[in-house]
């Protein structure tokens, strides 16, 4: 399970959408927003939407009529490329911006002008422009001697490595020096697709865990960016079920402490055919996300009462947006919304939810019971 952009990368768009007008110093300063929502409503955007002022304006009017209240920006997308003229000494020494956003701040300011609040989206371990920058930061493959592919041609980067650490640090400082208000954290987890017998990685020390890995990495985001940067991480609705790391390093207990949000992506048509009984359970959205969200808030608790200690996470489910597996019409989408409800509202965890659709159009959301 994982976003997928398959209706549109936003190369179709790339030539005919209007780029932000580059207004604004970039030395001028952008706070975050004064006072940020308390309930989430997200909707995803592409860089390209991002970056233009025709989509920008459509989602304003969407917060106008307090449909949503805030936006997940692609930043650094499943390509590793950076949307914006990133300083940073690796991104510069490498070439690894891509500026289809012009100006940060000028957008990040005409948003807050609005009241809405801004996600930066980073896909952490998927990186194919690093990698080919820099292989001897890759996973690489045992029968080439050369770095490795998923099943999409797609490179990563071994989460091993603390160099890599030390550049999502790094750009996260960045965007929140632009004025970003939260930075989401994606891809936080070895590859899951492809050849993955064919993989081999530069193991730190003795660890040989991947669950190991990844823990030690989000206690490091932790140590270097909270309090002063609100962070969440995209994980799969799957580690909400399992006791294990679903073999991707994501064990769930892991990115549950104080001042965390998770962001599980509870899609249900990312679950398996029989999954609670259901042939396909992408027709019962209501059943198959109160589920996984029951448990999720039961291992929280299950925490705090290890811990003797209320733990303040947050819980900021991703909802289906897209059709796949079924119709996602408005109706269906209710449902989700339903789920979310009923399973988190009346608990301390709540915060919300980010809408994901792939084509960033969002058809119907003046239809959803918000």
Do not use: C
């Given at each position: 399970?994982?976003h997928?952009?398959?209706?549109?990368?936003?190369?179709?768009?790339?030539?005919?959408?209007p780029?932000?007008?580059?207004?604004?110093?970039r030395e001028?300063?952008?706070?975050?927003?004064?006072?940020?929502?308390?309930?989430?409503?997200?909707?995803?955007?592409?860089k390209y939407?991002a970056?233009?002022d025709?989509r920008i304006?459509?989602?304003?009017?969407?917060?106008?009529?307090?449909?949503?209240?805030?936006?997940?920006?692609?930043?650094?997308?499943?390509?590793?490329?950076?949307?914006?003229?990133?300083k940073?000494?690796?991104?510069?020494k490498?070439?690894?911006s891509?500026?289809?956003?012009?100006?940060v701040k000028?957008?990040?300011?005409?948003?807050h002008?609005?009241?809405?609040y801004?996600?930066?989206?980073?896909?952490?371990?998927?990186?194919?422009?690093?990698v080919?920058a820099?292989?001897d930061?890759?996973?690489?493959s045992?029968?080439?001697?050369?770095?490795w592919?998923?099943?999409?041609?797609?490179?990563?980067?071994?989460?091993n490595n603390?160099?890599?650490?030390?550049?999502?640090?790094d750009i996260?400082?960045?965007?929140?020096?632009?004025?970003?208000d939260?930075?989401?954290f994606?891809?936080?987890r070895?590859?899951?697709?492809?050849?993955?017998?064919d993989?081999?990685?530069?193991?730190?020390?003795?660890?040989?865990?991947?669950?190991?890995v990844?823990?030690e990495?989000?206690?490091?985001?932790k140590?270097?960016?909270?309090?002063?940067?609100?962070?969440?991480?995209?994980?799969f609705?799957q580690?909400?079920?399992?006791?294990?790391d679903?073999?991707i390093?994501?064990?769930f207990?892991?990115?549950?402490?104080d001042?965390?949000?998770?962001?599980?992506?509870?899609?249900?048509?990312?679950?398996?055919?029989?999954?609670?009984?259901?042939?396909?359970?992408a027709?019962h959205?209501?059943?198959?996300?109160?589920?996984?969200?029951?448990?999720?808030?039961?291992?929280?608790?299950?925490l705090?009462?290890?811990?003797?200690t209320?733990i303040?996470?947050?819980v900021?489910?991703?909802?289906?947006?897209?059709?796949?597996g079924?119709?996602?019409?408005?109706?269906?989408i209710?449902?989700?919304?339903?789920s979310?409800?009923?399973?988190?509202?009346?608990?301390?965890?709540?915060?919300?939810?980010?809408?994901w659709?792939p084509?960033?159009?969002?058809?119907?959301?003046?239809?959803?019971?918000?």
């Amino acid at each position: 399970m994982q976003h997928n952009n398959v209706y549109t990368s936003g190369s179709n768009l790339k030539a005919t959408l209007p780029l932000v007008a580059s207004t604004t110093p970039r030395e001028e300063p952008v706070l975050p927003l004064t006072n940020p929502p308390e309930v989430i409503r997200a909707a995803y955007y592409t860089k390209y939407f991002a970056s233009s002022d025709k989509r920008i304006n459509n989602l304003i009017a969407l917060s106008q009529k307090n449909l949503i209240n805030s936006v997940v920006i692609d930043f650094k997308d499943y390509t590793g490329v950076l949307s914006y003229d990133s300083k940073i000494d690796l991104a510069k020494k490498y070439h690894l911006s891509e500026p289809i956003i012009k100006d940060v701040k000028a957008l990040i300011r005409k948003l807050h002008q609005n009241n809405i609040y801004v996600i930066a989206r980073i896909s952490v371990f998927q990186d194919s422009a690093l990698v080919k920058a820099r292989p001897d930061l890759a996973v690489k493959s045992f029968a080439h001697e050369a770095p490795w592919k998923d099943h999409k041609g797609i490179m990563w980067l071994d989460a091993n490595n603390q160099e890599v650490w030390d550049y999502i640090v790094d750009i996260s400082k960045e965007l929140r020096g632009d004025g970003i208000d939260e930075i989401n954290f994606d891809y936080i987890r070895f590859p899951s697709d492809g050849i993955l017998s064919d993989m081999r990685f530069n193991w730190r020390s003795e660890v040989h865990s991947k669950a190991l890995v990844i823990k030690e990495f989000v206690n490091y985001l932790k140590e270097k960016l909270l309090p002063n940067i609100p962070i969440s991480f995209d994980i799969f609705g799957q580690t909400l079920i399992n006791h294990d790391d679903v073999n991707i390093g994501q064990l769930f207990e892991n990115f549950v402490f104080d001042g965390s949000i998770i962001a599980p992506m509870v899609y249900p048509s990312h679950y398996v055919s029989g999954f609670i009984g259901y042939n396909n359970p992408a027709d019962h959205p209501y059943e198959v996300m109160k589920y996984s969200l029951d448990l999720a808030l039961s291992r929280i608790h299950e925490l705090e009462i290890k811990s003797s200690t209320t733990i303040a996470v947050k819980v900021r489910p991703w909802v289906q947006f897209f059709d796949l597996g079924a119709n996602y019409t408005p109706a269906m989408i209710n449902k989700e919304l339903a789920s979310i409800h009923d399973s988190l509202a009346t608990s301390t965890v709540y915060q919300g939810y980010n809408f994901w659709d792939p084509r960033n159009l969002y058809p119907g959301i003046e239809q959803l019971k918000l």
